[in-house]
């Protein structure tokens, strides 16, 4: 599926949805370039599922839980991941094999631990449609 958003708050109602319709165990995996949107989808999505706290990117812990919503959300952040063993350290299976919903900023760097099945949402940029303009593709 591909959808264009043309604000952060059309981005945010995207997750929204998305956050309100999430089963346990699912993965969301998020890819796109720095400052794209992948927190303000994630924003969203925190708040479909009854998160009020707010979510921000977890710069340097990895990891932020928030447990409040209907389903725990396990918020990933991989950016400054140095090496994938690192997931290894913070325990990361519990969470990816778990009842929670996972989304995880900058998946790809740590592709090979990505399980088969997961969400892909790719969040790109086109400059010929303006500053604000998002393509989201879901797979
Ligand atoms: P990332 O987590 O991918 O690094 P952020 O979500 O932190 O990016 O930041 C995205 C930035 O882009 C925010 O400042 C947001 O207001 C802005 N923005 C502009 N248009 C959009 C859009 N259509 N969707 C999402 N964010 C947008
Ligand atoms: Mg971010």
Redesign the pocket.
């Given at each position: 599926m591909e959808k264009e958003?043309?604000?952060?708050e059309?981005?945010f109602a995207l997750g929204k949805k998305l956050g309100e319709e999430a089963a346990p165990g699912e993965i969301f995996c998020l890819d796109?370039d720095?400052?794209?949107?992948?927190?303000?989808?994630t924003q969203g999505f925190a708040a479909g599922l009854g998160v009020t706290e707010p979510v921000n990117?977890p710069t340097f812990t990895i990891l932020q839980i928030y447990e409040e919503g209907r389903l725990p959300l396990y918020h990933f952040d991989v950016y400054r991941i140095g090496d994938p063993e690192e997931m290894d350290e913070i325990g990361y299976e519990e969470y990816f094999f778990g009842d929670g919903v996972c989304l995880i900023?900058w998946a790809s760097l740590i592709g090979e631990l990505i399980p088969e099945g997961a969400r892909r949402v790719l969040?790109e940029k086109d400059e010929n449609k303006g500053?604000?303009?998002?393509r989201i593709t879901l797979k």
């Open positions: 958003t043309w604000s952060p059309e981005t796109g720095l400052g794209v949107g992948k927190t303000v989808f990117s900023e969040i500053f604000d303009y998002r």
